[in-house]
Nanobody, 115 residues
Framework: QVQLVESGGGLVQAGGSLRLSCAAS??????????VRWYRQAPGKQLELLAA???????NYVDFAKGRFTISRDNAKNTVYLQMSSLQPDDTAVYYC???????WGQGTQVTVSS
């Protein structure tokens, strides 16, 4: 089982930016070649998909994330990133990364955006 660790969350003012990281514990043989997705879950709301990236770097975003969120990966570091800009209070949530096909999840990182 591949373990994922998210980091980079914190408290930011509206309009600010954050870069989240998702680091994998394996040697890279699984993580580097498979799809990684970012999700978030706001208080009282369902988990929602934000973006995905293939092992080759092809990206896909849900509509509301386009233009503000950028997913990228550095396979040499076994890490996937989520760059977020123009953050608003509605972006407050716990952010998770997920690896296919093992369906591995991290523990999440809290993002809080103040108005």
């Amino acid at each position: 089982q591949v373990q994922l660790v998210e980091s980079g969350g914190g408290l930011v003012q509206a309009g600010g930016s954050l870069r989240l990281s998702c680091a994998a514990s394996d040697s890279g043989s699984i993580f580097r070649v498979n799809i990684v997705r970012w999700y978030r879950q706001a208080p009282g709301k369902q988990l929602e998909l934000l973006a995905a990236i293939t092992g080759g770097g092809v990206t896909n975003y849900v509509d509301f994330a386009k233009g503000r969120f950028t997913i990228s990966r550095d396979n040499a570091k076994n890490t996937v990133y989520l760059q977020m800009s123009s953050l608003q209070p509605d972006d407050t949530a716990v952010y998770y990364c997920n690896l296919l096909p093992t369906n591995s999840w991290g523990q999440g990182t809290q993002v809080t955006v103040s108005s």
